[in-house]
């Protein structure tokens, strides 16, 4: 029996859900919706749309759903190209630390978000 088979949602807390909202949809390009989040939709090795998609959403701090206090978490993001996106996060004022790794199974890098939240940008090895 499978178990876990990929991420369906991201879920976390913010104090100001929809300036840290605006901050990944300016830096990151991801369309976040009126509702706080988005889907991401699947899809197979030559691009072509599946059924489902991975959920990402921010929500309120100290909210129902968020009791208080500062969540911990990683969120690992896929991008294309490392290098070209820490240079364009860098020249737009954010955070990014100088460390990276580069490792068979792809480029890490982070970036800081504006509540100081570590955000993890992997580029995949060539061919995945």
């Known amino acids: 029996m499978k178990r876990v088979t990929g991420i369906g949602g991201i879920f976390f807390a913010a104090k100001d859900p929809a300036t840290l ?52 978490f990683t969120i690992n993001y896929r991008v294309e190209d490392l290098t070209a996106l820490l240079e364009a996060l860098r020249a737009e004022g954010c955070k990014v630390l100088d460390k990276t790794d580069d490792s068979e199974f792809g480029k890490f890098g982070w970036v800081i978000d504006p509540e100081g939240n570590t955000v993890e940008l992997w580029q995949p090895p060539a061919g995945q």
Not at 28 to 52: M, R
């Open 21 to 72: 909202g605006a901050w990944y949809q300016t830096h990151l390009g991801i369309d976040v919706q009126s509702w706080g989040g988005t889907a991401f939709t699947w899809a197979d090795a030559a691009g072509q749309p599946i059924n489902g998609s991975t959920i990402w959403s921010i929500g309120t701090a100290g909210g129902d759903s968020f009791p208080a206090g500062k969540p911990g």
